[in-house]
């Protein structure tokens, strides 16, 4: 009986990548986020060995060891025995990292995606073009409710125009 094993490139690994989603928001994968930095492939003479480095999107992120957890599934399931997913914190992970893909993916699910900060003034952000868009209606009339959405990594703002409460996926 033959045993065939596939040889992967490191192109290969990133197209596999994509198919793994953040748990927390499902919309977008872990490429469109950006927390993937590297791919490295050694041959072990026993088989290939893969290293992905992963930047979480904030220190601490609960979402890390499902992320984690998905790839080993999917490589696991294309037939990569052999994985091991590291962490690089430096540079921090930042929303200009995020595939713009991505964030039209985001704003199509409901979650405003994040524009440029110009700064803050009395507890709100200020974007370059002064307003938060709206995902449902597109006003910039929008109010910020709370530093802290549905997750971390979000703010909860409402539309003053369609009335309509919205997470914001803040820039950092």
Request: proline letters at 6%.
């Amino acid at each position: 009986m033959e045993i065939h094993t596939t040889v992967y490139t490191v192109a290969d690994i990133w197209q596999l990548l994509e198919k793994v989603t953040d748990p927390e928001v499902p919309v977008l994968s872990i490429l469109d986020l950006g927390i993937v930095r590297h791919v490295h492939i050694e041959d072990t003479g026993s088989g290939q060995q893969v290293e992905i480095t992963l930047t979480p999107t904030y220190s601490g992120c609960p979402a890390m060891d499902m992320i984690a957890a998905n790839i080993r599934i999917e490589l696991m399931m294309a037939g990569v025995s052999k994985a091991s997913i590291l962490y690089q914190l430096s540079p921090a992970w930042t929303t200009d990292w995020m595939t713009e893909s991505g964030k039209e993916k985001l704003n199509a699910y409901g979650i405003a995606p994040p524009v440029s900060l110009v700064g803050h003034q009395d507890g709100q952000e200020i974007t370059e073009d002064r307003g938060i868009p709206c995902p449902q209606c597109g006003s910039k009339n929008t109010e910020l409710i709370s530093h802290f959405g549905s997750t971390a990594c979000k703010a909860l703002h409402r539309c003053l125009d369609c009335k309509e409460p919205f997470d914001y996926f803040k820039c950092h």
